[in-house]
C-alpha cells in the first residue's frame, strides 16, 4: 500500500504565507511526479503545481510568482512553498503522486487526504 502524509495547511492573513509538506511511503519503486492540487468548495480540482523527477515544474498561471515547488526525493517528500495567498487560493490542498509501484512495470497514481488552507481577507 502507498500513503501520502499531509501537513502545513493551516489560517492565514491576505499576503501571508504556508508551506504544504507532502511525503510518500509504502510499496513504491520510483517516484516520476508529484505535486498539489486543489479544489476550492463548489469548484473542480485543479493542479496546482507539479515537478517531475527530471526537475520539470509546471505551475497554474494563478500560482506563477507566488508558490513554489520542491522535492526530496531521498525521502519521497515535495513541498509547496506559498508566498503572497490571495482569499482565492483557499481550497482543500490535495497531494498528487505518480509513480511505479514495487513488483511493477508502470506508472500508478495517488492522492493524499487533503489539508485544508485558509485565507481571511
Known amino acids: 500500500q502507498v500513503q501520502l502524509v499531509e501537513s502545513g495547511g493551516g489560517l492565514v492573513q491576505t499576503g501571508g504565507s504556508l508551506r504544504l509538506s507532502c511525503a510518500a511511503s509504502?510499496?513504491?519503486?520510483?517516484?516520476?511526479?508529484m505535486g498539489w492540487y486543489r479544489q476550492a468548495p463548489g469548484k473542480q480540482r485543479e493542479l496546482v503545481a507539479t515537478?517531475?523527477?527530471?526537475?520539470?515544474?509546471n505551475y497554474a498561471d494563478s500560482a506563477k510568482g507566488r508558490f513554489t515547488i520542491s522535492r526530496d526525493d531521498a525521502k519521497n517528500t515535495v513541498f509547496l512553498q506559498m508566498n503572497n495567498l490571495k482569499p482565492e487560493d483557499a481550497a482543500v490542498y490535495y497531494c498528487?503522486?505518480?509513480?511505479?509501484?514495487?513488483?511493477?512495470?508502470?506508472?500508478?497514481?495517488?492522492w493524499g487526504q487533503g489539508t485544508q488552507v485558509t485565507v481571511s481577507s
Open positions: 509504502g510499496s513504491i519503486f520510483s517516484i516520476y511526479t
Open positions: 515537478m517531475t523527477s527530471g526537475g520539470t515544474a
Open positions: 498528487y503522486v505518480y509513480a511505479v509501484r514495487t513488483h511493477t512495470t508502470y506508472l500508478h497514481d495517488w
